[in-house]
């Protein structure tokens, strides 16, 4: 553990603020990290914040906050090939939907299966479609009701005699794999499922139009059974040239991830852009955020068509827990977090900072930089008069374990005698 000194310590506390200190070291330290995948990684643990504050019950509150049980330090990982770093020994929470920390890592994974998918069936000689469905809807829509309704459409569509016995085997259809989003605009909630169509053989441009107008009159009718209906738009068909964009932008790190994390285009926002707003104080946004999160959890957010992967001759799918707590294959150990240590990064907000600090696998680095809030927490105790305290482990694990137990994880309490 590195000691800084009174003069350098007394330079960085008052002479620069912490945010300064930071970024500069980021920019010295680690130039092989790029600004973009670094600020990702920062917007992701804000967002993840801000999650927390609104839905305080849910596991997004603790994800990679909390330690596992019987843990006493944070682990952090480092690959060298990815240049990355990762947590380790926290609590993950899995939720594609709540926490755009794991949804992103999550995210990852789905793009490479999705894409495993499409070039087993490109080599086949076969040919992937894309398709989105989607309903028209209005302000005054229950988010809840509105996609149970286009659910129940889309589950009727699919297993409709008309699909299973005529257009499946008329156009060589192996399976579907369907991803759920959702946005909110001038005109409410808008839920739609882009489905991948996976086909044994190419389609030369007459009989796409015949399977566009079959399927479209098959989704408008089960649509109405539900009483939806829709515009033109209600169905898009696309050939293998956008199925394949689509693919290889699941994921990407320049746009967070796809899917639900992407940013809306004009007037329609994500769900994480309303999260943003309402970091920014808009409280109509974070009670829209919390109405989405109540009805999404635990949805499935993509499905593949059963019997599809073993066709196609994938493993069994990741769950999104496992996913979610995936490193990259050569990281390795890189150092030690202290609880009392955590309990300032977690207080300042800095888990991105010390993870783009880390990619640059210089544990140094790091422990400079833990150094500093140790520094600044000690020059905060002795403006208010109170003497450097002692550690005393036992009683800070009784502290811990008695916080867990009453769901309270602040700094303040957890670090009465410790920092």
Known sequence: MSVISPDRAKLSLAALPLGYITKSKATRTAPSKTASCASATELRFKLQEGAAQLVPHERVSRCCRWLRGGETAVEVLHSAAEERAYYSRLEVCGSVWLCPVCSAKVAEVRRKELRQGVEVVALGGGTVLHLTFTVRHTLGDNLDQLLERFSRAYSRMMGHRTYRTLIKPTYGIMGAVRGLEVTHGAHGWH????????????????????????????????????????????????????????????????????????????????????????????????????????????????????????????????????AAALVATDAKHLGWVAFSDWMLVLRWRLRAQLLNLAAAGDWSVVADFLGELRARRLAERRARGLEPPLVDLPRLLVQLSLAWSVGAFSAEFYGGGVA
């Open 191 to 322: 839920p739609h499922y882009h489905v991948l169509l996976f086909l044994g053989s190419p389609l030369d441009a007459a009989r796409l139009a015949l399977l566009d107008a079959e399927i479209r009159a098959l989704w408008v009718s089960s649509a109405a059974h539900e009483k939806l209906s829709m515009t033109r738009a209600g169905l898009t068909v696309q050939g293998a040239q956008h199925a394949a964009g689509y693919v290889a932008k699941w994921g990407a790190e320049e746009e967070l991830t796809k899917s639900h994390l992407k940013s809306g285009r004009g007037e329609s926002s994500s769900p994480w852009d309303l999260l943003r707003r309402f970091l920014d104080g808009d409280g109509r946004a974070g009670h829209l955020w919390r109405e989405y999160a109540a009805v999404f959890k635990g949805r499935r957010q993509l499905v593949w068509s059963p019997g599809l992967r073993a066709l196609l001759g994938l493993e069994d799918e990741t769950p999104d827990a496992a």
